[in-house]
């Protein structure tokens, strides 16, 4: 049948080596990417940095140089080691990603590798979607913040100047890409549930205001300890939230015509197939 599993049955062993080859694919690609970024790691880190040059321009501190500090002989190498690595997950994400799927995919049905698939290709795109908010907004509107506290000095006071290590900066830049990136997985995976029937449109409509606090508790959880960051992925998270009741709710009109035309199909054929009353 068409809508059958494709792939024919295999033993236990061939499954394995079948793993064996997405794996080292996967981690192949995974690592020739990392040997890349790590030999433009001080590149990508100035693009990092980009965010904190315009946080100072927007404090009113064109005139002073950024400087990054690391007080630790090895703290520089290992901020790049880190940097090639979200780099090179990032750049060998399609590789793993089709790995995964070659690897799944003759186990599923046609109508469920059909409704995958765009799963599959939205989810990388919302979380770029989510980092490219940290990249040119979040991040220099927190670093902002944190600059807004300096001291300049003079009769009384003293001289308090923000100097960030290359360590922490990356932390904080990676911790928010990662937090609204996964944040932003938010309507895959309720549309996800909404397909299988483990959630309803009308049941996340009526929590609504659990969703609320709990995008604050989040929110505070992964975020740095400031309000700016906190409230900054806690109103996504809920405009997120309800983009993901719109889409639950285009599953469940999309299921119920489904059914419609199922219903109405085999009517006619029962209908076709009635016999009439015999002729004498």
Wanted: glycine content about 8%; some cysteine; proline content about 6%.
């Amino acid at each position: 049948m068409s809508g059958d599993i494709e792939d024919k049955p295999q033993p236990l062993i061939e499954h394995l080596i079948e793993l064996r080859a997405r794996l080292m694919w996967a981690v192949g690609a995974f690592f020739v990417a990392f040997l890349v970024c790590f030999y433009f790691a001080k590149q990508l880190f100035n693009l990092l940095v980009l965010p904190f040059k315009w946080a100072v321009n927007w404090a009113g501190l064109s005139h002073r140089n950024v400087e990054l500090i690391y007080t630790a002989p090895q703290e520089f190498f290992f901020t790049q080691i880190k940097v090639a690595m979200f780099g090179a997950l990032v750049i060998a994400f399609p590789v793993i990603a089709s790995q995964v799927y070659k690897f799944v995919a003759p186990g599923l049905y046609k109508n469920e590798r059909a409704a995958f698939l765009p799963f599959l290709i939205a989810s990388p795109v919302l979380f770029l979607l989510g980092g490219a908010l940290v990249y040119f907004f979040f991040t220099p509107m927190v670093m902002w913040f944190f600059l807004a506290m300096e001291q300049g000095g003079g009769e009384g006071q003293v001289a308090i100047q923000l100097l960030p290590k290359v360590s922490e900066y990356l932390s904080l830049i990676m911790s928010l890409v990662f937090a609204f990136g996964l944040v932003f997985q938010l309507p895959v995976v309720t549309t996800l549930l909404a397909r299988v029937g483990f959630v309803t449109s009308q049941g996340l409509a009526e929590k609504r205001k659990y969703a609320i606090v709990i995008a604050f508790v989040v929110a505070a959880v992964l975020t740095p300890p400031d309000p700016v960051s906190q409230i900054g992925l806690a109103l996504p998270a809920i405009l997120l939230y309800e983009i993901s009741i719109y889409t639950a709710r285009l599953v469940e009109r999309r299921r119920e015509a489904e059914a419609l035309a199922g219903e109405s199909a085999s009517s006619q054929e029962g209908s076709s197939g009635t016999v009439g009353p015999a002729q004498g």
